[in-house]
């Protein structure tokens, strides 16, 4: 899968109790920077105001030294970020910074709210007037109700009245506040950078600032962290349901974090591995789609004893020249991003790995490019099964029409994308990779959603109905 089929969603990362606090949240930015790549921000609290910075762009191009001066206090959160509600628009960048009666606070979102529309009438109702076409936003309006006594408590009633996927960070002048929702869709870990705690989105953050793994937040699990110290209350109460989204194993996450507490890279190995034994082939060399199809290659050539190699080359410094993922440049965007390396794979016959084919178009561009470059066969295989749902939770997976695998055969597939065979992994054998198999949401492949979902409709249909400063809701 690449940029043109879908984007990535959100990464989030918090520090408490740092006095370099605003830099090592950029840092760890940095290493969430594959979560979101359309804007990124970091607000950070001095003990009396919030100060924050935030951009269109990535991580490297929003933040320079001179912003980073502005940034002076022990306690942050950042955001690395890509629309999955609301557009891609400046207005939207995270984290959101609000005053209200209570004094400051700043929050990061990951993931898909999926009442939003019913939550949004409510307060537009009472007065609220909304800044942004985000789901977070909608967060921050029902924790400043005024009813509440303390922001801990507001958000713990807040978190009852949410439905869907969410991991956030908050930040007032004197607190970091971490949640995470009840079925725990999208992964949040805490660490310890000596007397800092940290919270981060994936581990691979806490590895890059040097800090200490202590455990993922727990599904349902509100940490608060301020002078007083660490602690952890669940609102809800524990729950023993789980959805861990499957899709951070199979492409979101990056392989050298650890989520839902297996190491991707190992998980994508045994995908691979088990692709294998499901769908043989007769061929030369395995080669990936890369980056998201190396693991996955990796793990079918150990099995299958067909040679490993780099069949295709991918230009990691395109990514910024397409900000607009229109359908012109999404095309042109398929062209530059990789080449194949002729000498490598003219009259060999491939197994060509990747994680998914979301429309096929891109699929089917880089086959013939393969093909031009004198592949003689090309036997596909998927390390998970045909996408056919949309993802309500906070991936950006196009809307069921145009999910290749709603509307088409598997034959019809592989025809589609012009190659000799095409083996999708089973949602079983998938299943069979990860530890705690019962406890994933797999809905995008079975339909089967763990929580209500709204009716079909698209990320920017609130827009629609209640213009640009509506809040989205996604298909
Ligand atoms: S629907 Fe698919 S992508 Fe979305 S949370 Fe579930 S497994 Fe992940």
Redesign the pocket.
Known sequence: MTDHDKKEHCGVFGIYGHREAAKITYLGLYALQHRGEESAGIAVSDGKQIHLHKGMGLVGEVFNEENMERLPGRIAIGHTRYSTTGSSLPKNAQPLVVNYSRGTMALAHNGNLVNVSRLHDELEAYGSIFQTTTDSEIVLHMMARPQCTSREQALSETVKLLEG?YSFVFLTENQLMGVRDPLG?RPLCLGKLNKAYVLASETCALDLIHAKFIREVEPGEIIIIDEKGIRSIFPMGKSIRR?Y????HVYFSRPDSRVFGENVQVVREKLGRRLAIEHPAQADLVIPIPDSGNAAALGYSHQSEIPFAHGLIRNHYIGRTFIQPSQEIRDLNVKVKFNPLKDVIKGKRLVVVDDSIVRGTTCRNRVRSLREAGAKEIHMRISCPPIR?P?????D?PTRRELIAQTHTIEEIRKFVEVDTLGYLSLEGMLSCVAASQE??????SGE?RTKVPSEGDKYSLERTHGEGGVAEKA
Not at 245 to 248: H, M, Q, V, Y
Not at 391 to 395: A, E, L, P, S, V
Not at 440 to 445: I, K, L, N, P, V
């Open positions: 996927a869709f959805a989204c499957i899709f951070e749902h993802c309500f939770y906070g991936i997976f994933y949401c797999t809905a995008c492949y959603y």
